[in-house]
């Protein structure tokens, strides 16, 4: 089975500044997804950003960038320029390949962002 | 509607009660994902449906949860007599295919049961 771990329950940043969220996963699967999402207090879960476990090309999104390291298994969101509007929990996931396993997204327990001016 | 829709946006019921929770997944998206979202538990997957094939239930915490899928498109998540410990936020996704398709979630219904 497959486990997803978020060690940082709560990061803070100023505003413009940086902030890197941590995540491991652990699998034997080579083929897999991975994601990041943020759940503002409105409590909607937004795509913040996808990662396919085959392409070796981090995946950035505008502000919003991962290093994705194989081989370690980690898998680290950075936000850059933060903003107010980037406050909100963040969670990382991990998708299966198996067929078995297609439906069900593992997440990690989450790590609240807070940003301050 | 553009996105993935849920209602009733909260719900409030009393223990032993029956309660329905909808979900209207985003048009032409063939899967659809219920998770529960608790503060002890964190997010959980229930079960999930992919077109006309058998919804993969291994999530279900009791035989009290249930859900339906009619027509392949609204999805209801059913409660029967409801306890203390189902209080939670539900969470609704939905997807053009499965595999690796990314998941687009709803608002979520918040569960209180007293």
């Known amino acids: 089975a497959q486990t997803v771990t978020q060690s940082q329950p709560e990061m803070s940043v100023q505003e413009a500044e940086t902030v890197t969220l941590s995540c491991t996963y652990d699998?034997?699967?080579?083929?897999?997804?991975l994601f990041w999402y943020k759940q503002p207090p409105s409590r909607q879960m937004i795509l913040v950003i996808r990662?396919?476990?085959?392409?070796?090309q981090n995946a950035t999104e505008n502000r919003f960038s991962v290093n994705f390291q194989k081989a370690a298994k980690s898998f680290s969101l950075k936000i850059s320029d933060s903003q107010l509007g980037d406050a909100a929990m963040y969670f990382c996931?991990?998708?299966?390949?198996?067929?078995?396993?297609?439906?069900?997204?593992?997440f990690g327990a989450g790590t609240q962002v807070v940003v301050t001016p | 509607g553009a996105g993935v829709s849920q209602s009733p946006s909260n719900k409030v019921t009393e223990k032993g009660k029956d309660v329905e929770l909808r979900c209207d997944p985003i048009?032409?998206?063939?899967?659809l994902y219920w998770y529960r979202q608790s503060l002890g538990q964190g997010l959980e997957f229930l079960i999930y449906?992919?077109?006309?094939?058998?919804?993969?239930k291994s999530g279900l915490p009791s035989d009290r949860f249930s859900a339906e899928r009619t027509g392949g498109s609204v999805s209801t998540l059913t409660i029967q007599r409801t306890q203390q410990e189902d209080s939670a936020v539900y969470l609704c996704?939905?997807?053009?295919?499965?595999?690796?398709?990314?998941?687009?979630f709803g608002p979520g219904t918040r569960l209180l049961v007293l």
């Open positions: 699998t034997s699967e080579s083929d897999y997804y």
């Open positions: 996931a991990y998708r299966s390949p198996d067929p078995d396993s297609w439906g069900k997204l593992q």
């Open positions: 449906f992919q077109g006309n094939s058998a919804p993969d």
């Open positions: 990662q396919e476990a085959y392409k070796q």
């Open positions: 048009s032409g998206h063939t899967a």
């Open positions: 996704a939905s997807s053009l295919a499965d595999r690796g398709e990314t998941q687009y």
